[in-house]
């Protein structure tokens, strides 16, 4: 059923737009993503998918209430993994008082099990901030360039971490979005990125800093 607008599923948003499922109109999120400058694209028939984004991101939301709910988000999880979407995938979760305990399984389900990219976010807040960061990404203007949080998307720093096998533009955010500075990202150990990136993505993660690091 979450396929019946294929099209849809891979349209890419002009920069500085992003294609928003309808069910977000009269949120607090789509208010903050407007307060950073970002042009909505309402859009009724992106199946599992909440948002869609100009670097070809596509973005899956779980919520606080999805996760204390019990096991029925990981339907919408798998479901948003077999869209069939050429977009790079990635999962925002509610870290919140409420939902910290159930948190790790989350994680071991979206990152482990599935393969999929995840960032923890405190609230739609929060999310809005980071979506409307990635939305201005490559732009001259980006309104939290003051911010230290800024350093993310640096882009000679995206541009490093993205030579890593296998990381792309979508995990490297995730990645400093864990570890604030490439310093931190390089003396990660395999057991802190595992989390993160998974098992074989720590591994090539923290050979190739390794071997970076040796040779300079």
């Given amino acids: 059923m979450e396929n019946k607008a294929p099209e849809l599923l891979n349209a890419v948003p002009p920069y500085g737009h992003m294609i928003c499922s309808d069910k977000w109109r009269n949120s607090s999120f789509i208010q903050g993503l407007k307060g950073g400058g970002v042009k909505i694209i309402f859009e009724t028939e992106l199946g599992v998918a909440d ?32 869209a069939g979407s050429s977009f790079q995938e990635l999962v925002l979760v509610e870290k919140t008082r409420l939902s910290e305990q159930y948190f790790p399984a989350v994680q071991k389900f979206v990152v482990f099990d599935l393969g999929l990219s995840l960032l923890p976010i405190s609230g739609q807040a929060d999310a809005s901030q980071l979506i409307a960061q990635m939305v ?3 732009g001259r203007e980006n309104p939290f360039r003051r911010k230290s949080s800024s350093r993310l998307l640096d882009p000679l720093v995206l541009a490093l971490v993205q030579q890593i096998p296998g990381v ?38 923290h050979s190739f800093f390794h071997k970076h690091t040796a040779g300079t």
Avoid at 56 to 63: E, H, Q, R
Avoid at 181 to 201: D, F, K, R, T
Wanted: glycine share 8%.
């Fill in 168 to 205: 792309g533009k979508v995990k490297a955010l995730v990645l400093l979005r864990h570890f604030s500075s490439i310093q931190q990202l390089c003396n990660a150990s395999p057991g802190e990125l595992e989390p993160i990136v998974g098992q074989a993505g720590a591994q090539q993660i």
């Fill in 51 to 82: 948002f869609l984004l100009p670097n070809k991101s596509s973005v899956l939301y779980v919520s606080e209430c999805d996760i204390i709910a019990g096991s029925s988000y990981k339907r919408k999880v798998v479901r948003y993994r077999n």
């Fill in 136 to 138: 201005h990404g490559e």
